[in-house]
C-alpha cells in the first residue's frame, strides 16, 4: 500500500502537482467514501438473478465493484462504506475475504452498510439518497470533512484525490463527475447544463434535448454517478430531502435539481483525473446490458486494451482464490489444448480443446475436441467434449453438455437461453436445468 503524504494545512491542500500519478493529501484522509451497491441491475437479465450488479465478475477476476474500491484505496481514500440491498450475499463474501486488508486501528476500513430499516422499520432504501440518510449517524461518527458518494456498478479507473482538490479550489458545495459524450448519448444520463467555468446550472435527467457544453455544440456534459460534497452540506440536504414530500430520495431526481439554482456545484471533467488514458479516449464503461458486459469483456483480449490490467501504479485489488497456474494439455492434431487472443485464469485446464478471442474465469475445465470463440466464461464452468460456444456469456458453475452447440443457432438458443439484441447468448444454470451448488 502506498504511503499517504498529508499536506502541511489540516483543511486544504495546497493545490501543487505531484509528482507521481496520485493525488494523496490531507483532503482525502478526511473524506468518507460510502459506495451505492444495492442494485439488481435488471437489464443484465438472469445474470442478476442470483447476485447484485456490482458482485457481476468482470475480466477474468475481478467483480465490477473492485473498480469503485480500488479507486478509493488508490486515490488515498480508506474509510470506505459499501451500502447493499439486493440478494447481497456474494457481494458480502467477497469484500469479507477480500477486503480485509485495510487496518481499522489506523481508521482505515470497508465497512458492509446493508439495509437495516434504521429509519422506517417499514422500509428499505427508498433511492440513492436514502441510502446515504439512513447511514448518517455512522458517517457522523467519523466526522469527515468530506463525503464521497460513488455508484459501485461501473468499469473506470480515476484519481478521486484531483477531484478533491478541484472542488477545494472551486470552492464548492457539490461537485458532480461527469463524461464528455455526444449529444445522440446524452439521452440515456443526467446532463449536467454549466458556464463557462463549469458551474452547473441545470441539471436534467435523460433529457430529449440535451444542453451542450458551452463552446461544443455537439458535446453534453453526463453524469458518471460521483459526487463529492462538503459533509456538514450533505447532512443538512439529506435532512431536508426526507422531509420533504414526494421526494424519490434520489440524488438525481431530488437533491441535484434541487440543489444547482442555490449553492455552488460544480462540474468535474473525467478527463481531469481518469488514469491510464494518455493514448486515448478517457475509459468509462456501464456494463449494465448484456451487450454491454460482453462487449467489455471482450475488449480485455485486444492486444492493447483501452482498460489497462497491467498497470502497477494503479492496481485493481480483489479477492483472489489459490489456484494452480492455468494447464494446456494435449499436441495432437485436431486435439490441441490452446488459447489465441485470449484471458485465462488461475485453475484454468484447456485440455485438447481450442479457445480463441475469450476470457476464461478462474477453474474453467474445457474438454477434448470442444472449441469456445468470443466468448466470456464464469468461474467454475466445465465445457464437454466437441461442445461449440460462440459470442456467449457462460454463467458461473454451469456444465456444457458433450457435443452442445450453442450461439451457432440464434433461434433454437432462443427457445432456451437468452439471446441480447446483437446476438450474444447467455446461459445460467437453471436454463441448463443445473442447480447452482454455491453463491455467485
Known sequence: MPEITPCPQQAHCDMREHTDKRFISQLTRNTFAIILAGGRGSRLKQLTDFRAKPAVPFAGKFRILDFALSNCVNSGIRKIGVATQYKAHSLILHIQRGWNFLDGR???????????????????????????????????HYQP?????????????????????????????????????????AREFGVMGVDDQDRVI?????????????????RALASMGVYIFNAKFLFEQLERDALTN???????????????????????????????????????????????????N????????????????????????????????????????????????????????????????????????????????????VVGRHARLRRCVIDKLCRIPEGMEIGIDPVEDAKRFHVSPKGITLVTPEMLGQGAAAPR
Request: charged letters at 25%; hydrophobic letters at 40%.
Open 106 to 140: 489506523f481508521g482505515e476500513f470497508v465497512q458492509l452498510l446493508p439495509a437495516q430499516q434504521q429509519i422506517d422499520e417499514t422500509q428499505w432504501y427508498q433511492g440513492t439518497a436514502d441510502a446515504v440518510f439512513q447511514n448518517m449517524r455512522f458517517l457522523r
Open 145 to 185: 470533512e468530506y463525503v464521497l458518494v460513488i455508484a459501485g456498478d461501473h468499469i473506470y479507473k480515476m484519481d478521486y484525490g484531483r477531484m478533491l482538490a478541484s472542488h477545494v479550489k472551486k470552492q464548492a458545495d457539490m461537485s458532480v463527475a461527469c463524461l464528455d459524450v455526444p449529444l445522440d448519448e
Open 298 to 381: 471482450m475488449e480485455m483480449t485486444k492486444v492493447t486494451p483501452e482498460l489497462n490490467l497491467y498497470d502497477k501504479d494503479w492496481p485493481i485489488w480483489t479477492y483472489q482464490e489459490q489456484l494452480p497456474p492455468a494447464k494446456f494439455v494435449f499436441d495432437d492434431e485436431g486435439r490441441r489444448g490452446m488459447a489465441i487472443d485470449s484471458l485465462v485464469s488461475g485453475g484454468c485446464i484447456i485440455s485438447g480443446a481450442e479457445v480463441k478471442r475469450s476470457l476464461l474465469f478462474s477453474s474453467v475445465g474445457v474438454h477434448s475436441w470442444a472449441k469456445v470463440e468470443d466468448s466470456v466464461i464464469l468461474p467454475g464452468v
Open 202 to 218: 441545470d441539471f436534467v435527467e435523460k433529457p430529449q434535448h440535451p444542453p451542450s457544453i458551452p463552446g461544443q455544440p455537439g
Open 246 to 296: 414526494g421526494s424519490s430520495r434520489d440524488f438525481g431526481k431530488d437533491i441535484i435539481p434541487h440543489i444547482v439554482s442555490r449553492y455552488r456545484v460544480f462540474a468535474h471533467r473525467f478527463a481531469d483525473s481518469c488514469v491510464g488514458s494518455d493514448d486515448h479516449d478517457p475509459y468509462w464503461r456501464d456494463v449494465g446490458t448484456i451487450d454491454a458486459y460482453w462487449e467489455a
